[in-house]
């Protein structure tokens, strides 16, 4: 992508973030789950937003099925595409974000550089939570037989099969989807939002936290 | 733009619209301004947000300058990528909606086909609501100098010059900035959307208001 963008003015909004993370007693910002197809993202981020909006949270999922079907729906699935796809995810999470939303991301987002590309569009407030069920553990559930479908040669480019899957280097929060429960996994993530996103506290610098 | 993607089933969000509805006391949406530059869309957008938001409502504004130094970046000024400008924010104020906020846009969209395009996205929750200020008194106002170097030939395809502005046939309201003080504007149109958000009622069918 370049920029081709000129003579714009940034302007700002009229509502201070401060007084929108006052109204929803918490901040706005993003979790971005990663991990590979079957690892439990999309799973995690609806039962993450059921009870966080039990808890009277402001928060919404951005997930690759709706948002392929809309915003994303003009790209196809080669890898600049792909790029694509996930940098337009990073700049509609940051806008809820800025809107005072904690939006959770479910999307595999193989590649550091896309990843750290969202990371740059939401700034502080990126949260990337790593789901890191392994390859076998993904493979033997196989929820929509895609890794089948991948292993027959059907769905070129199959993120683990003959695509590589980029591991976080230093994500904020590590959940074995593979080996724990997720009733447990939901557990440790929504503790985890809530401290994330707590308004008045810092977040920033905050090592990463590994849940195994 | 032609529909790549392929075997993607919707997943269906986790939070109902209706309990969203209920927390904010609201429902979501879209109040779409549309019309010439310096017509005041900017202005309105940001005033109505203080006014909704300062009476607890969950809103937000997609406005062109912010937009088009994030999601659409990498699009220039052709008229194929104003297009796409223009679809894109509409699926971004759709996903906003849908999370029950209501968002402000506020960008010239001189095209029927593709404010009619932002329209279907975003369903019944779609408000077009066009500032009526004639070229004239726009381009007296010219509160940013653009209509001048427009006239210099300095902004090729610069809309009302030398490039169209499709008046809206059916908008859900019409306001005169041209006449009209920005507070008489802000009120109505902060009156409008009070109406047209409210928990419970029907929107859908309305005939537009037309405010003079």
């Known amino acids: 992508m370049t920029i081709k963008s000129a003579n714009i003015t940034?302007?700002?909004?009229?509502?201070?973030?401060?007084?929108?993370?006052?109204?929803?007693?918490?901040?706005g910002g993003v979790i971005w789950f990663t991990g590979l197809s079957g690892s439990?993202?999309?799973?995690?981020?609806?039962a993450l937003e059921q009870a966080l909006f039990a808890r009277r949270y402001n928060v919404y999922v951005l997930d690759g099925d709706n948002m392929r079907h809309g915003l994303s729906a003009d790209l196809g699935f080669?890898?600049?595409?792909?790029?694509?796809?996930?940098?337009?995810?990073?700049?509609?999470?940051?806008?809820f974000a800025d809107a005072g939303v904690i939006v959770?991301?479910?999307?595999?987002?193989?590649?550091?550089?896309?990843?750290r590309r969202a990371r740059d569009a939401c700034g502080d407030a990126f949260h990337e939570v790593f789901l890191?069920?392994?390859?076998d553990a993904c493979e033997?559930?196989?929820?929509?037989?895609?890794?089948?479908?991948?292993r027959r040669g059907e769905i070129p480019e199959f993120t683990g099969i003959t695509a590589p899957y980029e591991i976080p280097e230093n994500p904020e929060l590590i959940v074995d989807t593979g080996r724990q429960s997720i009733s447990d996994c939901l557990e440790r993530v929504a503790?985890?939002?809530?401290?994330?996103?707590?308004?008045g506290s810092s977040t920033?610098?905050?090592p990463a936290e590994i849940v195994r």
């Not at 940034?10 to 901040?27: F, I, L, Q, T």
């Not at 439990?40 to 609806?46: E, N």
């Not at 503790?191 to 308004?199: D, H, I, N």
Request: charged share 30%; no cysteine.
């Open 40 to 46: 439990g993202k999309t799973t995690l981020a609806f």
């Open 132 to 135: 890191s069920a392994d390859l």
């Open 140 to 150: 033997r559930r196989d929820p929509r037989g895609l890794y089948s479908r991948a």
């Open 191 to 199: 503790a985890y939002a809530e401290r994330a996103f707590v308004f």
């Open 10 to 27: 940034p302007v700002v909004h009229g509502v201070a973030k401060h007084d929108r993370w006052a109204v929803n007693s918490h901040r």
């Open 204 to 206: 920033i610098g905050k």
């Open 78 to 95: 080669s890898p600049v595409e792909r790029s694509e796809n996930i940098r337009r995810i990073g700049e509609v999470a940051a806008l």
């Open 104 to 115: 959770l991301t479910a999307f595999i987002s193989p590649y550091r550089a896309d990843r």
